[in-house]
């Protein structure tokens, strides 16, 4: 990882990744981040994995998708929106090439200090045999059940109470 994104002790720099709010224009270069960060994890839960499902994943709320850069590289996905009194993190995708540096657990870091301002949890689902869960749980995501499908679990965020 360049050392230009790093903070002073050395983790993934939040305030180096700008992002910018997705167009239909994008959907190629989002399609191809979907099969090289999702197809494995797909084909192991046994969920779709078509060409198909894939756009429709992709298209799924594109107006709340928004592209993570570091300078002028690609390096991710990032779409959530506001559901009621929670924040519900759809998806969260890494280039391969820059996933194990902190970049998801920094993205995901700006909505939980968003959603813990606000009073509010922040949910999302995770299929079973994504590693991500790792992160989602080193985080404060508890599981709370599973997707009907039962490909997914459903996870919860909730902010620390406030001290008195």
Same mark, same amino acid.
Do not use: C
């Given at each position: 990882?360049?050392?230009?994104?790093?903070?002073?002790?050395?983790?993934?720099?939040?305030?180096? *990744?700008?992002?910018?709010?997705?167009?239909?224009?994008? *959907?190629?270069?989002?399609?191809?981040?979907?099969?090289?960060?999702?197809?494995?994890?797909?084909?192991?839960?046994?969920?779709?994995?078509?060409?198909?499902?894939?756009?429709?994943?992709?298209?799924?709320? #594109?107006?709340?998708?928004?592209?993570?850069?570091?300078?002028?590289?690609? %390096? @991710?996905?990032?779409?959530?929106?506001?559901?009621?009194?929670?924040?519900? #993190?759809? =998806?969260? =995708? %890494?280039?391969?090439?820059? =996933?194990? =540096?902190?970049?998801?657990?920094?993205? %995901? @870091?700006?909505?939980?200090?968003?959603?813990?301002?606000? @009073?509010?949890?922040?949910?999302?689902? *995770?299929?079973?045999?994504?590693?991500?869960?790792?992160?989602?749980?080193?985080?404060?995501? *508890?599981?709370?059940?599973?997707?009907?499908? @039962?490909?997914?679990?459903?996870?919860?965020?909730?902010?620390?109470?406030?001290?008195?």
């Amino acid at each position: 990882m360049d050392k230009t994104y790093k903070d002073r002790d050395g983790v993934a720099d939040a305030a180096a *990744v700008t992002l910018r709010q997705a167009t239909r224009d994008d *959907v190629p270069a989002l399609m191809a981040l979907r099969r090289a960060t999702m197809l494995e994890h797909l084909r192991s839960a046994g969920a779709p994995d078509d060409e198909a499902s894939l756009l429709a994943r992709v298209e799924y709320r #594109l107006e709340d998708a928004q592209l993570a850069y570091l300078g002028d590289e690609l %390096i @991710g996905l990032f779409k959530a929106h506001e559901m009621g009194d929670a924040w519900m #993190l759809v =998806q969260v =995708q %890494i280039a391969p090439a820059r =996933q194990g =540096q902190g970049w998801g657990a920094a993205l %995901i @870091g700006r909505l939980l200090e968003r959603a813990a301002s606000e @009073g509010r949890s922040v949910v999302l689902h *995770v299929l079973k045999t994504n590693p991500a869960r790792r992160l989602y749980e080193r985080l404060g995501f *508890v599981i709370e059940g599973a997707s009907e499908d @039962g490909l997914e679990y459903v996870m919860r965020w909730r902010a620390a109470p406030k001290a008195a």
